[in-house]
């Protein structure tokens, strides 16, 4: 927040002289507008890679024409047909769960964007509790997919929003375990001191120490699970239930669901960055470049595995959540806790 109250003070002169709840309003309100850009603009580039490279792994050229160079502005194309599209409700749907649904998946990955530490200064706020925070906030996310599956009033949806929650709940435990890794030596929940803890070198960061190295991994697959992403995508398989919890949605609508997922691919790999790979750090270059370009690596990775692995079925990915990844989440956090107690010794 301090970070947008410099900037007003620097542009408007006239900023001092403003009731105190206006100097508290205005900083809020820039920081709200900086996230919103980045959820909405986000999905835009990030539709556009991944057609490009998917087509590159299959041996194809992706979008080509619109815009001109390899096709930049298919996107944007879409985007305005997805406005122009007619919004259709079905008949039987519960019509108030099923115009808030699409709301709610958005604004649960849009709220945690605010913690998101993009350098030293460069955070809307900075809150004590932030890890907390993100994975309370991104839960809505799960909740707005049930109300879609269950207001849409059809056996696919349904469907779709049952598997999403069992599978959000699964995949949960073990991912916040593998971030407990990293809260116990660090000792504090704010985002900003996990980057701090992380100061001073490539071999100081926790993706790098030899606990929180495997807590990564599970923290990774975890994340790819709760964005239900490849192998993870169960709950819109369109070989078995059309498109899942958004099946009766269209238009913008139906965009929205896209907008959240990818604004949370970018989420999960901001924080996956700020938990393991040392945040804003790195030689050279500014912050906010730094902590972009790793996001993004990560965010690459994402896109990679979903043209490379074939889905998991519903029976396997239980199994991989509860009797795989869930005991080994255990041993490491019980694993931190001792080396944590062996080198700084009882309070």
């Known amino acids: 927040m301090n970070f947008f109250r410099e900037i007003l003070i620097e542009q408007l002169p006239v900023f001092r002289e403003l009731p105190s709840f206006v100097q508290t309003l205005l900083p809020m309100l820039l920081g709200c507008l900086v996230c919103l850009a980045l959820v909405a603009l986000f999905p835009l580039i990030a539709v556009w890679l991944e057609r490009k490279i998917s087509a590159h792994m299959q041996d194809r050229l992706g979008p080509m024409r619109v815009g001109g160079w390899h096709g930049w502005a298919q996107t944007i194309a879409d985007g305005v047909k997805l406005l122009t599209k007619e919004d259709i409700i079905p008949k039987e749907a519960d019509k108030l769960l099923f115009k808030l649904a699409p709301l709610v998946v958005f604004i649960g990955g849009f709220a945690a964007f605010v913690v998101l530490p993009f350098s030293d200064h460069f955070i809307v706020s900075d809150l004590n509790i932030g890890i907390l925070y993100v994975v309370a906030v991104s839960s809505l996310g799960v909740v707005g997919v049930i109300m879609a599956g269950w207001a849409s009033n059809n056996k696919y949806a349904l469907f779709g929003g049952m598997r999403a929650a069992a599978q959000i709940v699964s995949y949960e435990i073990p991912t916040v375990l593998a971030i407990l890794t990293v809260v116990i030596p660090v000792g504090s929940l704010s985002m900003q001191e996990i980057v701090r803890a992380q100061a001073g070198g490539v071999l100081n960061w926790f993706i790098f120490q030899p606990v929180t190295f495997f807590a990564f991994f599970i923290f990774y697959i975890g994340t790819l699970a709760e964005v239900n992403r490849t192998p993870f995508d169960i709950p819109e398989a369109e070989s078995e239930l059309v498109a899942g919890y958004h099946t009766e949605y269209s238009g913008m609508r139906f965009a929205f ?91």
């Open 257 to 347: 669901f896209f907008l959240a997922e990818y604004a949370n691919m970018f989420l999960v790999s901001a924080l996956a960055v700020t938990l393991f790979l040392g945040g804003w750090h790195g030689p050279w270059l500014p912050g906010p470049v730094w902590f972009i370009f790793k996001s993004m690596c990560l965010v690459f990775l994402q896109m990679w595995l979903r043209w490379t692995l074939p889905r998991l079925r519903v029976d396997q990915l239980m199994y991989v959540s509860w009797k795989v990844l869930l005991p080994i989440a255990f041993l490491l956090v019980l694993a931190a806790g001792t080396v944590a107690l062996i080198t700084e010794g009882p309070a």
